[in-house]
């Protein structure tokens, strides 16, 4: 049956009329799903009752719950959720002082094939439709503390642009969470044609994952880079103006002995330094099976200190949740092995 969580205001006045209702009523429809926390039909006391029957008859709310949390002991929480049968999504809600952010997944498992990605050896499965995608956030027992979405999760969100566009859609419009689009970030490895649709078309922040300023070296991490090379994405993003608001940053995993030496930080120094940017360095959440090994903390400030000596705005991000495989793709793999288990 179609879930109504998910609408656009478009549809839900078509489904409106549908029901026998006026189509102004489509906002009503939206103002219950995004607004207000409701779990069932019979929660929409200003629509009629006749109305209610036939949406239950027709649609499912789809809205549920996550059928799994762990929880670190730095307060990150890792949320499962079932989007269809023997398929997982995983959403990691990241505290931080007076702020929270939330790490959504846009698809089920991921085509891109990156050698440090747990999600990559799932393969892909899916693309979430824009209820699914919105339902981690909707359904979060911690919805309310929520400041910050980066689309960052399971999958690459610009190789489901359309749905992942309909749920920031959904996120920024008034008739929907009415949340601004500076709280929400795109987190990418560069697919430029949908990459355009995003800068044109919404006014959400932009990350780039880079993890190498060089060819080959990229090309072994990211097989994107085969498609899309780094230095394409950088042309591509010099036709915007960064001068505002909108805020562009690029995420550099430090894997040692691979991409952490001095010459890597130069080379990405001239690769950045025309942006008004951040660059973000992230400790590597090690996976089973995987040569790679994250880079020390000594290592990697000393790679950041060459990056802001040259005038870049540079952070090591903390590292969260490591005690719960808070690394992406990690909790929902262990949840799909153990499924495949149990039915053989």
Known sequence: MERLYGKDIEELKAIALEAGLKAFAGKQLATWLYQKHIRSFDDMTNISK???TYLQEHYELGIYDPIKVDASQDGTKKYLYQVVKDHYVEAAYIPDGERATLCLSSQVGCKMGCLFCMTARQGFQGH???GEILNQLHSLPEFDNITNLVYMGMGEPLDNWIQVKKSIDILTSDWGYAMSPRRITLSTIGVIP???QFLDDSKAHLAISIHSPFDDERRKLMPIQQVFPIKDVI??????????QRRLSFEY????GVNDSPDHAQELVKLLSRFKSRVNLIHFHPIPDSPLIGSSRDRMEKFQNILKDKGLMTTIRKSRGEDILAACGLLSTKEKVKKIEVDY
């Open 128 to 130: 979430l439709d824009a």
């Open 253 to 256: 995993i430090m894997f040692s």
């Open 194 to 196: 949908a990459m355009k």
């Open 235 to 244: 042309k591509t993003l010099e036709d915007y103006d960064w001068r505002g």
């Open 50 to 52: 006749n109305a209610r």
